[in-house]
């Protein structure tokens, strides 16, 4: 493998890190399994975004993954069963891969969300702890794994997002200038709209209300 580490897709990376959580959470069931790989991907909880990746998806992932060295592929049973290889590809420490699955499954995060969501995983003492991990990955030799956002207004601490997919969207970084003024323009724009869609409602009722009075038929009532 290159020593030059690959751009993962959202899929590839979401798959790496259900591994990655399922060998700390359920050692029992690992190495998974495909459909298990599946449903870990689908979870609706503790995933941003929430993904519907099918077994197809799932199994090329793997695959390429394999090609990186980064997931082996064992037969157990009636079905293959994959693990992980971050910690030994990445050549970091297990505290380390513990932050990076939950970035990976969960996107950016605060040191203090990072010290909550991790702690199935390991337990860390405080939140200057999970920093000074987040700070060696950030000045890793061979590459930085993670990156400190820009703070969020309002925000008491910063985010970090992991690098295994490239540097992060502008959406995950924080809103783009203007983006608020946008929105409400947005919400004016839409408020105009659901009015003149009442005003046309009302003018529809009224026409109905005189045709059924010409016609002599009884209409429906103009409150239901």
């Known amino acids: ?35 298990a790989v599946v449903a870990g991907c689908n979870q609706k909880t503790s995933r941003n975004p929430v993904l519907e990746v099918t077994d197809t998806q799932a199994q090329a992932a793997l695959d390429s993954l394999k090609g990186y060295s980064l997931v082996s592929e064992s037969s157990g049973g009636r079905a293959f069963r994959y693990a992980h290889n971050a910690d030994r590809v990445l050549k970091v420490p297990s505290q380390s891969i513990a932050l990076l699955t939950v970035l990976m499954l969960r996107g950016p995060q605060t040191p203090g969300e990072l ?56 959406d995950a970084a924080g809103p783009e200038p203007g983006r608020a003024e946008a929105s409400l323009g947005e919400v004016a724009a839409l408020k105009a709209n659901v009015a003149r869609l009442e005003s046309e409602l009302a003018e529809l009722k009224a026409l109905v209300a005189r045709v059924c009075t010409e016609l002599g038929i009884e209409g429906t009532s103009s409150t239901s």
């Open 1 to 35: 493998m290159s020593t030059t580490l690959p751009v993962l897709s959202l899929i590839e990376t979401r798959v790496l890190g259900v591994l990655a959580e399922k060998q700390r959470t359920v050692p029992d069931s690992y190495p998974l399994t495909v459909n």
């Open 115 to 170: 010290r909550i969501a991790c702690d199935r995983m390991h337990n860390f003492a405080d939140i200057s702890s999970v920093e000074a991990f987040l700070d060696e990955l950030a000045e890793r030799p061979a590459g930085a794994l993670v990156v400190k956002l820009a703070r969020l207004p309002g925000a008491r601490e910063n985010r970090w997002a992991h690098l295994l997919s490239g540097p992060p969207s502008e």
